[in-house]
């Protein structure tokens, strides 16, 4: 566990042996060591620093020490006084000293001009003679001057656990409810029997009352709770809820905030874009020079090669959207991505809530919806992944581009020094390129059939070079620089890129491949969502609700049903109304856009059958994602009176430096992760009952990171809920 203070003459509490070597500097530094770019100076009594601009990474200017002993399960006390001039964020690590670099402690302290004390307390995991303390001072553009005292690192330290600050114990969706759909709220309680309650106006009110309902304990917070079902429907804002001497957070009751989120959620995409400067005036705060354009240090995605090995040619990648928080381009990501915001345009056609203006885009004016110029964005990034006719696997696409080694935290993208580099062609990566070139063909042959007719093209060609290479799969040990995305099971992929393929020819080729496929009558539907990795769900669910000939698509149609009825019945039994409840317990990397991909099947049977009881569970899986959970909290940045705003980005960083922004309202956290990979998560939150397993800190990358993946089903739910109720 890590806790932390910076409070100017904290005592220290550990009794332990010092296991620091001169921390105090009275006798000159050694045995500290600097990087090669900094001069130590300890003549003053303190142990400082010039720190250079313009370095990129973290790590490109060090401080630190060597051959510090660690005993396992010992809890230790690291303490240290620092000063920076000016003011800026540090980052303090206690760590394995070779690759991989493992991190036992891990903090980022806010540096300031007068100095503070500063205290963090952690277990370590290991027996370890020679960890490694270092503080990494690397990243700023401009100089500045570090001066360090009185390290400490003790053991004997009594372990601090890391409590959330929850809340009140009355869970709602802090956003609003819709006035004609339900208001569910949760309570958190050691009542057992029903607990009266009261909904109040903005101006205190009562409006409405009643008792709750018992439901024992949540096996996915451990904890003890009530639910609330609130029987009203006038519109207004700043209602609260009271319960067991508790009120909730404020919400509101109507539809403006589900249109507000339709665009936020579609916003997002332009400030992810690659190789185009962001201008500020279409996103204020926001605005930024091109990345990845050739210009230093900048190697740029204009004339990119691949590793050494994978082939002799090179390739102009730039634009698309960045992945996530890293400066990386994924097909099979943006494959997902961009056909859910096709998918998104598809549902309701040219809808005035998806025109051209909506989104404020270089594009706005082209008579062209905004939904539509943003997924072309994308797509002509995926159409330039395909490799040429002539070339070895002519055809296939690419799996990946991305650095050739990590970069740290922050880092804007006309920044990155890192060379960049095209990963082997993939089977997966090939099927996805076929899928969304199959939909853009129909989706844009009203507005550019040259468009419409290149990507019909290039779809047709994917698909051939998939069947004759039917198992390329990617390295999972190709994560260096980039995630490495490996999916060793591509008959989801054939099933999906089949389907979009014979909905948009209606050839019999891909009907019969459709009908071949052991996914198309097989239980798809996994109580962990669809993602990425698992993309029949898409083909069915375009199968079933897009015009088309095949022969049983009322079987089709009718399992969508079915795997919504199984969604429905996980969240009516669950006590937070969440239609995701995993095998074992465990909360998947980026569980938030898994809960909303089962909302996207939800909505489906809602369009297909028209039965409310499927829009309702939709609405609650919003009330999740709002703040009906565990931790009392929104995950959507600027939606909520508490809400993720921290989430991990290498340019919404405002965490590491106050000049630059947060990421943008209207961005989805990736949410609660069981398996809380990163240091952050395993110092803080061990033994984590499932919704607890999160934390809103940049470098969380586990639990609290962005991705256009994750943002993509957001943004269709969104336009889903804001469609359904104009009361």
């Known amino acids: 566990m890590l806790a932390a203070t910076a409070l100017a003459g904290a005592p220290a509490a550990a009794e332990g042996p010092e296991q620091i070597v001169n921390g105090t500097f009275d006798n000159g530094h050694a045995p500290w060591w600097a990087t090669g770019n900094l001069t130590l100076d300890s003549s003053s009594g303190q142990l400082c620093a010039d720190v250079p601009g313009g370095t990129v990474n973290p790590w490109d200017a060090i401080i630190g020490q060597d051959n510090v002993p660690l005993v396992a399960g010992e809890t230790y006390e690291f303490r240290f006084f620092a000063t920076a001039t000016p003011a800026r964020v540090g980052k303090a690590l206690i ?3 070779v690759d991989p670099y493992t991190q036992y402690l891990s903090a980022t302290p806010e540096l300031s001009v007068s100095g503070n004390d500063y205290t963090y307390t952690f277990t370590s995991p290991v027996d370890l003679p020679n960890a490694q303390v270092a503080f990494q001072i690397g990243g700023s553009a401009t100089p500045w001057r570090i001066c360090l005292d009185n390290v400490s ?60 309902t018992p439901r024992g304990v949540d096996a996915s917070s451990g904890q003890n709770v009530q639910t609330i079902s609130m029987a009203y429907a006038r519109k207004g804002t700043g209602y609260t809820l009271v ?8 919400f509101d009751i109507g539809t403006d905030f589900y249109e507000q989120l339709r665009l936020d959620a579609l916003k997002f995409y332009y400030t992810q874009r690659s190789g185009v400067p962001i201008d500020d005036a279409l996103r204020p705060g926001y605005g930024r020079p091109a990345g990845h354009v050739g210009v230093a240090p900048n190697l740029g995605d204009t004339d990119v090669p691949c590793q050494p090995g994978v082939c002799d040619y090179r390739l102009d990648v730039s634009g698309g959207w960045y992945d996530a928080g890293d400066h990386g381009k994924y097909v099979v990501n943006g494959g997902i991505s961009v056909h859910q915001l096709m998918s998104e345009y598809e549902r309701v056609g040219q809808s005035w809530t998806l ?47 991305h650095d050739a080694a990590w970069t740290g ?27 969304t070139a199959a939909q853009a063909a129909r989706v844009f042959r009203p507005f550019d059939k040259r468009f419409a007719q290149r990507n ?6 994917a698909w051939a070079a998939a069947k004759a290479n039917p198992a390329l799969y990617a390295d999972p040990a190709d994560g260096v620089g980039g995630g490495a995305y490996n999916d060793d099971d591509v008959t989801d992929e054939f099933y999906w890129a089949a389907a979009e393929l014979y909905i948009t020819t209606g050839d019999r ?130 939606y909520g009176e508490v809400a993720s705003h921290n989430q991990h980005s290498r340019w919404y960083a405002r965490q590491l430096n106050p000049d630059l922004p ?66």
């Open 95 to 97: 760590q394995l000293p």
């Open 153 to 212: 690192l003790q053991g004997g330290a009594e372990p601090e656990e890391y409590v959330p600050d929850t809340g009140p114990r009355v869970r709602v969706n802090q956003v609003g409810y819709l006035l004609h759909g339900p208001k569910n709220a949760t309570l958190v309680t050691e009542a057992t029997t029903p607990v009266p309650w009261q909904l109040k106006n903005a101006a205190g009110t009562v409006v409405a009352r009643g008792t709750s």
């Open 243 to 250: 319960a067991d001497g508790e009120t909730s957070r404020p």
């Open 355 to 401: 025109r051209d203006g909506t989104l404020a885009l270089p594009e706005s004016g082209n008579r062209v919806p905004d939904i539509l110029d943003e997924a072309r964005f994308e797509q002509e990034f995926l159409l330039k992944m395909q490799v040429p006719a002539g070339q070895p696997y002519a055809g296939m696409a690419h799996h990946k581009i």
């Open 409 to 435: 935290l922050p880092l804007l993208p006309h920044l990155d020094p890192q060379p960049r580099e095209l990963h082997r062609v993939s089977t997966a990566a090939t099927l996805n390129l076929a899928a």
């Open 456 to 461: 019909l093209a290039a779809a047709k060609a």
């Open 509 to 638: 080729v891909y009907r019969d491949a459709i009908l071949a496929s052991p996914v198309h009558t097989a239980d798809i539907w996994r109580d962990r969502g669809f993602d990425w990795g698992h993309t029949a769900q898409l083909g069915r669910i375009d199968l079933a609700t897009l015009p088309n000939k095949l022969p049983d698509r009322h079987r089709v149609r009718a399992s969508v049903v079915a795997g919504a009825d199984r969604y429905l019945a996980t969240a009516r039994a669950h006590p937070y109304g969440i239609p995701y409840a995993p095998a074992e317990n465990t909360f998947d990397w980026g569980s938030n856009n898994l809960v909303l991909n089962n909302a996207v099947v939800l909505a489906a049977a809602y369009d297909i059958t028209g039965r409310d009881r499927y829009r309702d569970g939709v609405l609650e899986t919003m009330d999740y994602i709002f703040g009906r959970n565990a931790l009392n909290q929104s995950y959507v940045t600027g």
């Open 662 to 727: 947060n990421p943008p309202r209207g961005t989805l956290s990736g949410g609660p992760n069981s398996s809380i990979q990163d240091p952050v998560a395993q110092q803080k939150l061990q033994g984590c009952a499932p919704q607890f397993c999160y934390i809103d800190d940049i470098e969380s990358w586990s639990t609290n990171e962005l991705t256009i993946n994750w943002n993509a089903p957001l943004a269709w739910i969104a336009g889903f809920v804001a469609d359904q109720d104009q009361g």
